[in-house]
């Protein structure tokens, strides 16, 4: 990999090559156990926040909710919170022990996951979901700037690839998990096991991750980056972020590949239930294991590309989830056109696999692209967008045009509204090719100034 920086260096210069010389700093046995450990925390994130979209259809019957308030609740009422308290957070992070801000908030969302479990309606629903967010933004931007801390720059693709393993165990055991104790126990329940289940993990995490030295893979790399000793400051780090293009267009790109993403997922599990005949023990058999085996293959191999080509081609960072959205959009109409739940099935293995190639590109970027003081604040801000505009309209995308087709195509509604993704696929890949192009002018901006 090859994106550490310096101030030293122009705005525009954003990489420089990595230094293999021998005495260079190299990841540890202890180093893949901490992503492993920080990805068991993510997948009790990622699987508290998704929870609600795999019991959707339940929950919209109990609760009496059209398509447009789930939407909210599982988008935009959770984004703006999860995105707005993030910063500070971060920022917080940044100064002070980032392995207990992350504690602190795993005990907070779990608390609330919980109390979903105790909703009566769509505003004390809401109530809940505000909590879950605000405590989910003490999780992934510190454990980031963990992970980039304990590997050196050419090997971050894979150790956040490692920690974004989450995200398909997140999705696997959130689908098996939510809908076998909803068969059998009710939705209510399922809420109730998987908050009790996180707040037994929260004081674990202080004992088996150690904090890291700051900087620490960097020093021998770039000289006198991750030896600075100044407080780092919020808004110091939102100035350096927005100052650089392959930053903000990486940010940029990133949120509307997840809105397709999450436009996606947070409806297919209702969209099989409701128009494709998915009973719930199907959900947890079936389901579980498609999404999760096809986003973590999607999510392991962007990491894994990008460490290899990343290394001669800085666009590769952008090239390879910019390629692989605009190659699913072909497998959307087939997907939702299916007759039946287990050829819909079938063919969302495809894009679901190309779709979560994004997020470790992106994610070493970030960590590569900013000095290790500011990592923490960083990754929250690219946090902010990929959630605002990703989670924040996707969902909610879908469900107000579910919503206002119903009139015309009744229970059909929401394969239509999936349907209407399909611009937003071009318009993803387009923000990603410029995110390449920027990627690779400020890698030969970079090496000239060497």
Not at 14 to 22: G, R, T
Not at 227 to 237: E, K, V
Not at 339 to 364: G, Q, R, S
């Amino acid at each position: 990999m090859s994106m550490p920086i310096t101030p030293r260096l122009e705005p525009e210069a954003l990489l420089v090559e990595p230094d293999v010389a021998s005495g260079a700093p190299k990841a540890t046995r202890y180093s893949y156990f901490v992503a492993a450990a920080l990805c068991v925390v993510y997948t009790f994130n990622f699987l508290d926040r998704q929870f609600l979209s795999v019991l959707a259809e339940p929950v919209r019957r109990d609760l009496h909710l059209s398509d447009t308030q789930l939407g909210v609740l599982t988008g935009l009422m959770f984004a703006l919170f999860y995105t707005v308290c993030g910063i500070p957070v971060a920022a917080l992070a940044d100064r002070t022990n980032r392995v207990r801000v992350m504690a602190v908030a795993c005990g907070m969302w779990s608390l609330f996951t919980a109390a979903c479990g105790l909703a009566t309606g769509f505003g004390s629903l809401a109530v809940a979901r505000i909590g879950v967010g605000i405590g989910e933004a003490g999780g992934s931007a510190p454990s980031y700037s963990i992970v980039a801390d304990y590997f050196p720059p050419e090997r971050r693709g894979l150790g956040l690839a490692i920690y974004s393993l989450g995200v398909p165990l997140g999705t696997m055991v959130g689908a098996f998990s939510g809908g076998w104790i909803a068969a059998h126990y009710g939705w209510r329940t399922a809420f109730f096991s998987l908050g009790i289940a996180g707040l037994i993990l929260t004081p674990l995490i202080p004992f088996v991750v150690r904090e890291p030295v700051r900087g620490g893979m960097d020093r021998r790399r770039v000289p006198g980056l991750a030896a600075i000793d100044t407080p780092p400051s919020m808004f110091g780090a939102i100035g350096f972020f927005v100052r650089r293009p392959p930053l903000v267009l990486t940010a940029l790109a990133t949120g509307f590949t997840t809105l397709v993403l999450y436009g996606m997922a947070n409806w297919i599990p209702a969209f099989l239930m409701r128009e494709r005949g998915m009973q719930l023990t199907d959900l947890a058999t079936h389901f579980s294991v498609v999404a999760g085996l096809s986003t973590g293959i999607g999510t392991w191999l962007g990491g894994v590309l990008v460490d290899r080509l990343g290394r001669r081609h800085a666009a590769a960072y952008a090239l390879v989830p910019g390629l692989g959205t605009l190659l699913s959009l072909p497998f959307l109409f087939p997907a939702t056109n299916a007759t039946d739940w287990h050829a819909a099935l079938a063919w969302l293995i495809v894009p679901l696999v190309l779709l979560n190639m994004y997020l470790a590109p992106a994610l070493a970027v970030i960590q590569n692209g900013v000095p290790p003081r500011y990592r923490a604040t960083s990754g929250a801000l690219l946090l902010f967008t990929l959630n605002l505009i990703g989670l924040g309209c996707g969902p909610l995308f879908v469900g107000m045009v579910s919503d206002a087709l119903k009139p015309t195509f009744g229970n059909d509604s929401l394969r239509h509204a999936l349907q209407w993704l399909a611009p937003f696929f071009v318009v993803a890949s387009l923000c990603q090719f410029a995110a390449a192009h920027a990627l690779h002018r400020a890698a030969r901006v970079s090496r000239l100034s060497e």
